[in-house]
């Protein structure tokens, strides 16, 4: 019975991961031709990032920031990201970001509030390394207020470690 | 059927009575649970027979039930289950003795109920010490009938102290914030309660996070941290009128952890508008803010010692979070823990010897009490995992916590001696950030 139970639940990950993946190859070859449209379209654009990037642009859309436990240091996979954003507010200096830091639940809501704000201050001084400007960063922490899921385990504590990159003006 | 089993037997009776009486009763969202969590060998034995009504229609409140209630909570009394008690005095001559001798009870009360007109009750009580048969108390109490719970947690003070030479703390309220809802569809409410739970009102709705409510000494007011302006920002609210004041919301950085001077003209803060979270304290009337430290560290969750020239708080100025103590005109900052890799959010008691605080060890959050009249000894009073905010009772004799089931947020009250737990739960949602408040004055 219990067996039963468990093959099926195996089978049932199984259609899942694989569904996943399907997702993502479908997705990859679809972006180059929207790249091609804009690149078409806006040759008067000097490669510089347009706010429709925001919504289109594979870097741009990727807004969260993961660290490690107990950690405030930007990881290099996370870099790129940095870079692309840092560009968007050099091209865009009208534009403002809020980050947003979060944290697990381990530890008390208000020093999480502080871990919080460490995180979001290292996002910050990142894109301003990498070209943004001060004046367009605002760092809000939110401690362990909003997390993005419940668990008390590490792979759910590993999403909720995180700074987000919210546009305020585009 | 021995006596140990017989006892587990009829307190298993009196939970589940209580359960069904709550889900039956006006309070239905609300539920109350008494845990034992270790022997009771300590706990004095206290009988309180159902208080005698005399005319007038049926009282929404059974007195002697919330006054055995809160004695079980204690810790420190074992009160009789009302299924044992056999007979029901009502005066001092109707007593016989030898019945309370024979069920072990070295203390006994019995009292009566009357109409004092005009939407007024009178609540008579006497307290009897069943070896000696000596009278110990006999007090009254009008008040109306809407306040029958306040008069039974007055009732049960007056008891408590006389026996443990202690102030009750039973007619003490407590504050909470509860979450309800999902994700972006969230309502934090800042509730008001009695500190067994009962009479929950709303003082202050949100769609954002709501942390960190602090009672000002004379329990007229609330500080609180709110999110509602997009950041955090400190509040105070004045429980009765509703008028709320904002006492520090600068736009960069964070405003928060509030928490009052013991003659409540001032607010200690952890605001990071300087570039990281340092203690401030600011004149609640003026407004002037003074810096208490300077540091690179993550400074915060400052409480005052009682007599209000000390700051105790959290601070990693070491690496990990541990408790400091430093004057209010700032200077070097001593520190007060070393055992736990993880020290946060102190509570101090009245007199400043007990320490309640986090302690974090691996993924293992637990309430410890830090002793400081015996050599720092810490004792853990709660099981983990992921328990949070201690709060003291105005005795020192019980705190509330806030602990997880599951993937919400549930409160417990635990004797200081950790051996009796109580769980408060609302019927939905999640309740976090408990606060005792201070003895209130009739």
């Known amino acids: ?170 | 059927m021995n006596q140990p089993m017989r006892r587990t037997i009829s307190r298993l009776a009196i939970l589940v009575s209580l359960v069904a009486a709550f889900v039956a009763g006006p309070v239905a969202a609300q539920s109350l649970n008494v845990e034992i969590a270790n022997g009771l060998k300590t706990a004095t034995p206290i009988a309180v027979v159902p208080f005698a009504q005399q005319g007038g229609a049926p009282l929404p409140t059974d007195v002697a039930d919330v006054i055995r209630a809160d004695f079980n909570r204690s810790g420190k009394f074992r009160s009789l289950d009302k299924a044992d008690i056999v007979e029901a005095p009502s005066k001092g001559a109707d007593i016989k003795f030898a019945t309370w001798r024979l069920l072990k009870q070295d203390y006994l009360t019995i009292g009566r109920i009357a109409d004092a007109g005009g939407g007024m009750i009178r609540v008579e009580y006497e307290l009897w010490d069943v070896n000696r048969q000596q009278s110990l108390l006999a007090q009254s109490f009008t008040a109306p009938s809407g306040d029958l719970r306040g008069v039974a947690h007055q009732i049960a003070d007056q008891i408590y102290e006389k026996i443990t030479g202690v102030r009750g703390a039973f007619w003490t309220r407590i504050a909470y914030v509860t979450a309800v809802g999902v994700s972006n569809n969230t309502t934090y409410s800042l509730i008001v309660a009695d500190s067994d739970g009962f009479n929950p009102q709303v003082v202050a709705r949100s769609r954002e996070s709501l942390l960190s409510p602090a009672w000002s000494p004379d329990g007229s007011k609330l500080a609180y941290v709110s999110f509602e302006s997009g950041n955090s920002a400190v509040y105070v609210q004045n429980i009765g009128t509703g008028s709320r004041s904002l006492i520090a919301s600068h736009p960069k950085g964070i405003n928060s952890a509030p928490a009052w001077s013991p003659d409540g003209s001032k607010l200690a803060v952890s605001l990071s508008y300087v570039g990281n979270p340092e203690i401030f304290i600011i004149d609640v009337a003026s407004r002037t803010e003074t810096r208490v430290t300077n540091n690179f560290a993550i400074d915060t969750e400052p409480t005052f010692t009682p007599d209000g020239q000390s700051l105790i708080f959290t601070s990693d100025r070491s690496g990990k979070p541990q408790l400091y103590q430093t004057s209010i005109s700032g200077g070097n900052a001593t520190r007060l823990t070393f055992q736990g890799g993880f020290n946060a959010s102190p509570s101090l008691s009245f007199d400043g010897k007990q320490i309640a605080m986090v302690q974090g060890n691996g993924n293992v959050y637990r309430i410890a009490i830090m002793d400081r009249s015996l050599g720092n000894q810490v004792r853990f009073v709660s099981p983990g995992n992921v328990d949070d905010s201690p709060s003291f009772a105005p005795n020192a004799s019980m705190l509330l916590y806030a602990a997880s089931q599951g993937t919400r947020g549930v409160l417990y009250a635990v004797s200081a001696d950790g051996l009796v737990r109580q769980r408060l739960v609302l019927s939905d949602g999640d309740v976090r950030e408990p606060s005792w408040g201070p003895y209130r004055q009739r």
């Open chain 1, 1 to 170: 019975m219990n067996k039963t139970v468990r093959v099926t639940l195996a089978a049932l990950l199984c259609v899942g991961a694989v569904a996943c993946h399907k997702k993502q190859e479908v997705k990859q070859p679809v972006q180059p031709p929207v790249q091609q449209t804009v690149d078409n379209s806006g040759n008067n654009t000097n490669g510089k990032y347009q706010p429709s990037d925001l919504d289109t642009d594979a870097c741009l859309r990727q807004r969260v920031v993961y660290f490690d436990f107990d950690k405030n240091e930007v990881k290099p996979e996370f870099q790129q990201i940095v870079a692309c954003h840092a560009k968007y507010l050099q091209d865009r200096p009208s534009s403002a970001i809020s980050l947003e830091g979060n944290t697990d639940e381990r530890g008390t809501r208000e020093y999480n509030l502080g871990l919080g704000e460490r995180r979001g201050n290292a996002v910050s001084s990142a894109l301003q390394a990498a070209g943004g400007s001060a004046g367009q960063l605002n760092v809000v922490s939110y401690g362990k207020e909003k997390p993005t899921c419940r668990e008390h385990n590490d792979d759910c504590w590993s999403k909720n470690r995180r700074v987000e990159i919210v546009y305020t003006a585009k």
